[in-house]
């Protein structure tokens, strides 16, 4: 028996290790698989400038995936268009053991469009992997290589993937052919990790080993603020055949009005006509700008078009014009010409969209940075911004898609870092007021009023546009803490002129209160219940991010049954914090027939240290329980 296990061990360890076993998942290292769903096992990029119009990029990346989860990393896949080829790709996926499984060359891998089905027209492709994994773990090893004409670009390289995946090895390579070619890099978030950086002979190699995958917390900065990454940039650089050099970032802005927006302008005498019959008679230039942007609005829809140069360059307003469509950079332009025919000055600004707050850095001028484009209107010594694609924001109005973010502003004369509009704290700002009436067979009745500014007006005001049925869900899902609840009205009043945005809303339900023998239980709060705790960590590793602060005002009247008399009631509360500040109050009028309510909620924006965690979580607590407090009713006829 003993021979027989020994051979059998023996055995095992043969079959481990006269395989690949560098693939093999049972080496990696633990501190690798704490947290993760994949472990990238060698992630190594290569840079070759050859030329100022000739940039190879060729990848290896080894990925081991531990769950299914590990599946979005990947990434086995390459973009492609006009102006940059694929010249190889291939993959092999091999097993736990590291044992080959399977290996698949151009011809197996999908070649799709690389943007939605929302785009009418684009060059972009992407050829992906499509694999589905039998079991788990398994690795997927990849290599491709790209070459393009195009060096406005250098890839950027991130140590890790994202949250929730390690790294054993990365390696990333830039190899220039001369000093004009040199890149400028920025480092990020290198920290205390184990990156070296080593220049020599033309090449700038970054090095990495063992980075232990970063646990995903709420209410924590996102991944990319966060992430060890290297960006680079060339200042000389050439771009769909226009040559270019870029130090500040107003030569960036320079470039671009030169090269993207200058002479596409052009629009139809017919055109002319209407705008200036549109703004007869007006002479603020503001109200000018309003005007156009409604019959913007109006008249056109956004459907996404990449191309021009680089994807970048917008399609003619006179084409904008006559199609009566176009994607944000062609609405942008369309509406830059339409304002500039009747004298408002419009500027063509680039940003960074989405509800993370990402802005351009100050030190780092690039092509490469936006997503989306926007108009910077100037009146009065002050920015109003504008988002071209949108047919149903007011004018002035961005929301949490392009606020608060350092952006590029286009000029003539070059291009100005700007920030946009910041919605800060009690900006964003709600005000719900109720009349409800308690009945004795525990019934509500009410009817409430919603007033919403700020981002908690872009949260709401879409509501307008919603059927009946959708209404209904909604209002039953904000209320899910009232069972059975009857929407048996609703009115709407949309004010863009001052951005408020107002409902009006009758509801009843049954069996809302409690009836315990001669007691009647009920929560004072039906309408704006604040019970949001925040998870609890044992050890946060992240810091505490409040996106965007706001305030919530409730003010409710409440009439008892006329039987019952009040015989418990909450205590008035006033708490302060660090994190904002929290105040409930009850008034009875003389009869006791009546109750007052009324509730402030601040929240600060803002970022603190890990450390105050608990604290913001233990804030919230208390906030949820006294929100969650019951009022108690007695019946008269009781001694």
Not at 39 to 54: D, G, Q, Y
Not at 132 to 148: A, D, L, N
Not at 491 to 504: A, Y
Not at 554 to 575: F, G, Q, S, T, W
């Amino acid at each position: 028996m003993r021979l027989f296990a020994f051979l059998a061990c023996f055995l095992l360890f043969h079959a481990l290790y006269s395989q690949e076993s560098n693939y093999q998942s049972l080496i990696i290292n633990k501190s690798l698989i704490q947290d993760a769903n994949a472990v990238v096992r060698l992630n190594e990029t290569t840079i070759n400038i050859n030329s100022i119009n000739e940039l190879v990029v060729t990848k290896k990346r080894v990925v081991t995936v531990l769950n299914e989860l590990g599946n979005r990393n990947v990434n086995a896949m390459e973009w492609y268009d006009d102006s940059e080829k694929i010249t190889n790709i291939q993959a092999v996926v091999y097993d736990y053991l590291g044992k080959e499984i399977n290996k698949y060359k151009q011809k197996d891998f999908e070649d799709v469009s690389a943007v939605s089905g929302g785009t009418l027209y684009s060059d972009s492709r992407v050829q992906y992997l499509n694999y589905t994994p039998v079991q788990y773990p398994y690795t997927i090893e990849f290599i491709s290589e790209t070459k393009t004409k195009n060096t406005g670009y250098i890839p950027s390289f991130y140590f890790l993937d994202g949250f929730q995946v390690s790294a054993e090895k990365c390696k990333y390579t830039i190899n220039y052919s001369g000093s004009d070619l040199k890149p400028i890099i920025k480092e990020y978030s290198f920290n205390t990790l184990n990156i070296s950086k080593k220049e020599i002979d033309n090449s700038i190699v970054y090095e990495a080993i063992n980075i232990p995958a970063i646990n995903q917390e709420i209410l924590s900065p996102d991944f990319k603020s966060i992430a060890p990454k290297v960006l680079p940039r060339l200042v000389n650089f050439h771009l769909e055949g226009y040559v270019g050099k870029i130090e500040t970032w107003n030569d960036v802005g320079l470039w671009m009005h030169s090269n993207l927006i200058q002479g596409r302008d052009e629009l139809t005498e017919s055109t002319k006509s209407k705008l200036h019959s549109l703004v007869k008679g007006i002479k603020d230039d503001l109200e000018k700008a309003k005007i156009v942007y409604q019959y913007v609005q109006n008249n056109t829809r956004y459907i996404s078009l990449q191309v021009g140069i680089g994807g970048m360059q917008p399609i003619s307003a006179i084409e904008v014009d006559r199609v009566k469509y176009g994607d944000c950079k062609g609405l942008s332009n369309y509406t830059k010409a339409l304002l500039n025919e009747v004298g408002v000055i419009a500027y063509y600004t680039h940003v960074e969209s989405g509800s993370e707050k990402n802005s351009f850095e100050t030190d780092f001028p690039t092509l490469a940075a936006g997503d989306h484009v926007i108009l910077a209107i100037p009146y009065n010594d002050k920015y109003y911004w504008i988002d071209c694609t949108s047919q149903i924001h007011p004018f002035g109005f961005v929301g949490d898609f392009t606020d608060d973010r350092k952006v590029l502003v286009i000029k003539p004369d070059g291009g100005e870092l700007v920030n946009t509009e910041a919605y800060v704290n009690e900006t964003n700002y709600q005000s719900t007021k109720a009349k409800y009436t308690i009945s004795e067979n525990n019934s509500i009745k009410a009817e409430v009023v919603i007033k919403t500014e700020g981002i908690q007006y872009d949260h709401h005001f879409n509501l307008e546009n919603n059927n009946s049925d959708e209404i209904n869900k909604y209002y039953t899902a904000t209320w899910s803490n009232i069972n059975n609840l009857n929407i048996e009205n609703y009115s709407f009043k949309n004010d863009k002129e001052n951005i408020v945005f107002e409902e009006n809303i009758i509801v009843s339900a049954q069996n809302y209160a409690t009836k315990s023998g001669d007691r009647i239980l009920f929560s004072v709060n039906p309408f704006n219940k604040n019970e949001y705790i925040p998870k609890r960590y044992r050890n946060r590793t992240l810091p505490l991010k409040i996106d965007r602060g706001f305030v919530d005002e409730d003010e409710y009247v409440i009439e008892l049954p006329k039987n019952y008399r009040i015989e418990a009631i909450p205590n008035a509360e006033n708490i302060e914090s660090e994190f904002g500040s929290y105040m409930v109050s009850f008034e009875v009028d003389d009869l006791k027939s009546f109750i007052v309510y009324k509730k402030k909620l601040l929240i600060k924006e803002g970022e603190y240290s890990k450390e105050k965690y608990n604290a913001y979580r233990n804030f919230r607590k208390k906030i949820a329980q006294i929100d969650n407090s019951k009022i108690v009713l007695l019946n008269k006829s009781t001694n």
